[in-house]
């Protein structure tokens, strides 16, 4: 990610998170559990109320970790910035809701189901729903699924560590993005 864009993250998250007080003047901070279950997936969300039935997103995945010896090497490496918006159709950070983001994945998957190895760049929107279980008034568990579109830049090796480039290219994509078992604070 180049210079130009880390600063346009920075400044759109912090624009999450400074939002001044509209209606239910809340703020939470979101783990999700399935990421850490994806080879280690470090993460963190954080969501702005700004009306009653809307809030304002913004997320980050890191994945520095690579698991085995070279011969037998997995990985999940990554880092993913994203921003957008939920639509809670009671009230915010309870019941269903459903979402729009847009996102960027910086990725290098490799070893897991074969030994080839893809990395790239990502970018592209996507829509999830899901449901938040208030458990009290300030802890939450939150289910969902998401998915996304974009154009993806990628190149292909023969596994993780000899660097034989089997294929390169661009192309539009269509895949699964998140699955949501998260516990979130609201402050």
């Given at each position: 990610m180049n210079d130009s864009m880390k600063r346009m993250l920075m400044l759109l998250v912090w624009a999450v998170l400074s939002?001044?007080?509209?209606?239910?003047?809340?703020?939470?901070?979101?783990?999700?559990m399935a990421d850490y279950m994806m080879l280690g997936t470090l993460n963190v969300g954080a969501g702005v109320s700004v009306a009653r039935h809307w809030t304002l997103e913004a997320a980050a995945k890191y994945n520095p970790f690579s698991y085995g010896p070279e011969e037998n090497r997995m990985?999940?490496?990554?880092?993913?910035?994203?921003?957008?918006?939920?639509?809670?159709?009671?009230?915010?950070?309870?019941?269903?809701?459903?979402s729009a983001k847009a996102q960027y994945q910086e990725y290098n998957h490799?070893?897991?189901?074969?030994?080839?190895?893809?990395?790239?760049?990502?970018?592209?929107?996507?829509?999830?729903?899901?449901?938040?279980?208030?458990?009290?008034?300030?802890?939450?568990?939150?289910?969902?699924?998401?998915?996304?579109?974009?154009?993806?830049?990628?190149?292909?090796?023969?596994?993780?560590?000899?660097?034989?480039?089997?294929?390169?290219?661009?192309?539009?994509?269509?895949?699964?993005?998140?699955?949501?078992l998260a516990l979130t604070y609201v402050f």
């Open positions: 939002c001044g007080p509209a209606f239910a003047q809340k703020t939470a901070v979101t783990l999700n990985q999940n490496r990554q880092q993913v910035y994203n921003a957008g918006v939920r639509y809670w159709p009671w009230h915010v950070f309870s019941g269903w809701w459903i490799g070893g897991v189901f074969s030994r080839e190895t893809r990395e790239g760049d990502r970018v592209g929107a996507g829509l999830g729903a899901g449901y938040t279980y208030m458990v009290n008034r300030r802890l939450n568990l939150e289910f969902g699924l998401s998915g996304w579109a974009g154009w993806d830049r990628y190149a292909v090796y023969e596994c993780p560590v000899c660097g034989f480039t089997l294929e390169r290219g661009q192309k539009v994509f269509f895949l699964p993005n998140e699955l949501v």
